[in-house]
């Protein structure tokens, strides 16, 4: 069997998301609604619909539940959607924080 290799994960702001670029990225974010096999997930600098396969367990989210999502890019008629490949629960992070931090980090390229 040929194992076969994912494409890298580019971490970015939503806002920053192109559709027609980015295949694979990790978002950080409020869940800020859900319905079926989908939530919509807001980090400040807009917000995405995810959808997910039945496996996931879509029961562990809450709206208002900080989470991290690593997803492939769809683009849709207007904008974009993420399939989520995996999801975590990172509540107890400080957001705020966070940006500030990933600002630095492409403000200096490390």
Same mark, same amino acid.
């Given at each position: 069997?040929? #194992?076969?290799?994912? +494409?890298?994960?580019?971490?970015?702001?939503?806002? /920053?998301?192109?559709?027609?670029? @980015?295949?694979? &990225?990790?978002?950080?974010?409020? &869940?800020?609604? +859900?319905?079926? @096999?989908? #939530? &919509?997930? @807001?980090?400040?600098?807009?917000?995405?619909?995810?959808?997910?396969?039945?496996?996931?367990? +879509?029961?562990?989210?809450?709206?208002?539940?900080?989470?991290? &999502?690593?997803?492939?890019? #769809?683009?849709? /008629?207007?904008? #974009? /959607?993420?399939?989520?490949?995996?999801?975590?629960?990172?509540?107890?992070?400080?957001?705020? +924080?966070?940006?500030?931090?990933?600002?630095?980090?492409?403000?200096?390229?490390?």
């Amino acid at each position: 069997m040929e #194992f076969q290799k994912r +494409l890298p994960v580019a971490e970015k702001s939503i806002n /920053e998301i192109e559709p027609e670029k @980015d295949i694979r &990225v990790k978002i950080i974010g409020k &869940v800020v609604g +859900l319905g079926g @096999d989908s #939530f &919509v997930v @807001d980090d400040g600098s807009g917000s995405v619909q995810v959808t997910t396969d039945p496996e996931i367990n +879509l029961d562990l989210i809450k709206v208002n539940d900080s989470i991290k &999502v690593i997803g492939r890019v #769809f683009a849709s /008629e207007n904008s #974009f /959607e993420l399939r989520a490949e995996s999801l975590q629960n990172v509540n107890g992070i400080d957001a705020e +924080l966070l940006k500030k931090v990933r600002s630095l980090e492409r403000e200096h390229n490390v």
